[in-house]
């Protein structure tokens, strides 16, 4: 793109501020800035104040496997599980592009250290789980690791000097998710630089677009790949790649899967999986209305009451067929660092902005099916979103520890 045309594009946008300092920048600089606004998906801002996820169907409760039949039942899908992972069927995704704002820590959230007497990083734990599963099934699991730009090199550099935490380097790939852009309350594009507008990863939607934009689709055909696992970064006491899980979903013929934790009381901020329209949904806690999140079943428990963990299984095949379909875009707000006016770098404690993202809970509702499999908080779920309080570094050590896993 010409500067003329950028100019041109911007200025339509009623986003020319961004070409301030244009002229000083090097010929290289330059021509990077033009190809980031080339590259600016202009259709998300319309969605500023106006998120098009509110329009929604009708709710019904999801098929589910729960913890009584899970344990009724555990040798057959466990049989089930290890032979589709013994034939190499099974890879697994860490989603670990996101910024991790919320725990503060400068490296990728991975890498922080949840270890007292010893160093055990999240990104070891994670390891040391699927290495579980991989020693009962006496074959490797294919794993993948979504990065974003930002943390992309101390990521795999990290992996490297740790020795992949005792995995087999040659089923591990990692991969570079896409960036969005971000602007500040009043829709204007900020700049990170002068130069270089403010961009961050576009969410964790786009990992499969992402994996076939690395080129990946080779990889999962030559390996045979039939399912994926996906899961997040931050829940230290997952089972990735579980064989119950697998085994349960191949043997009730769905086409995907999603791990999920029994909501014990109403309030409770989780995002639920339900069917919607007959088609499977995950409705996040500040979108219910208060009859939906208080509902009761004939027992008397909470009707609505499977809350996702960002644990999902998916069929590869299924996968393909939807690659290529829009994810809806969601707008959160964040806090954004950026350069103002006077050139000087601004660091925000409070949100000062809008960014950009897709999310994986809606590839959920593009399957034609799902498997609510419920797996017990105490033994499976412990996220660390922040240092302290709920879903904290405290927490979750606290929830090791009664797991027996030395700090
Ligand atoms: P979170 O929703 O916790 O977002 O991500 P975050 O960016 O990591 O953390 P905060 O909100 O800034 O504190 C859930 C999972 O999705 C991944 C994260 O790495 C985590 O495993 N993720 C998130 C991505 O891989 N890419 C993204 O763009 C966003």
């Known amino acids: 793109m010409t500067k003329e045309k950028a100019i041109e594009i911007l200025e339509k946008a009623g986003q020319g501020h961004v070409m301030r300092g244009f002229d000083d920048l090097s010929a290289e600089k330059q021509e990077a800035f033009l190809a980031q606004i080339e590259n600016i998906n202009w259709s998300d801002f319309k969605l500023i104040g106006n998120d098009s996820n509110n329009a929604r169907g009708e709710f019904t409760v999801p098929p589910a496997i729960e913890l009584s039949e899970i344990a009724e039942r555990k040798a057959e899908f466990e049989a089930v599980g290890l032979e589709a992972i013994k034939k190499g069927e099974v890879g697994a ?49 294919p794993l993948y690791i979504m990065t974003s730009e930002k943390n992309d090199e101390v990521t795999q550099k990290f992996f490297k000097e740790h020795n992949y935490f005792g995995y087999n380097p040659e089923y591990v790939k990692f991969f570079i998710q896409d960036m969005a852009c971000a602007v500040d309350y009043d829709g ?77 009381e109403p309030a409770e901020k989780m995002g639920l999986l339900c069917l919607e329209d ?88 593009m399957m034609d099916n799902n498997l609510a499999f419920e797996v017990d908080r105490n033994y499976e779920f412990a996220p660390i979103k922040n240092l302290h309080g709920v879903d904290s570094v405290d927490s979750a050590r606290e929830l090791l520890q009664k797991n027996g896993v030395v700090l």
Not at 226 to 238: E, G, R, S
Not at 282 to 303: F, H, N, P, R, T
Request: aromatic letters at 10%; a negative charge.
């Open 93 to 141: 995704v860490l989603l670990a592009g996101g910024m991790g704002t919320r725990l503060g820590f400068d490296l990728p959230k991975g890498c922080y250290n949840v270890g007292q007497t010893h160093e055990l990083f999240i990104f070891e734990c994670l390891i040391n789980n699927l290495m579980e599963v991989v020693n009962k099934a006496g074959a490797f699991v």
């Open 188 to 264: 204007k594009l900020l700049l990170e630089e002068e130069g270089r507008l403010a961009t961050s990863p576009n969410g964790n939607g786009g990992w499969y677009a992402s994996m076939m934009k690395a080129g990946l689709k080779g990889d999962i055909q030559a390996r045979g790949l039939k399912w994926i696992n996906v899961f997040a970064v931050d829940n230290v006491l997952q089972r990735i790649a579980d064989p119950l899980f697998i085994g349960a979903t191949i043997l009730g013929n769905y086409v995907s899967g999603s791990k999920v934790v029994r909501k014990v």
């Open 278 to 365: 007959g088609k499977p949904s995950i409705v996040e806690y500040y979108e219910m209305s208060k009859e939906m999140s208080e509902a009761k079943a004939e027992d008397g428990s909470l009707l609505y009451k499977y809350g996702v963990i960002l644990n999902y299984l998916f069929s590869v095949e299924k996968l393909d067929e939807i690659v290529d379909n829009n994810l809806v875009v969601h707008v959160v707000e964040k806090k954004i660092p950026f350069v103002n006016e006077a050139g000087e770098k601004v660091s925000p404690t409070e949100p000062n902005g809008y960014k950009f993202e897709l999310l994986v809970l809606d590839m959920i509702h």
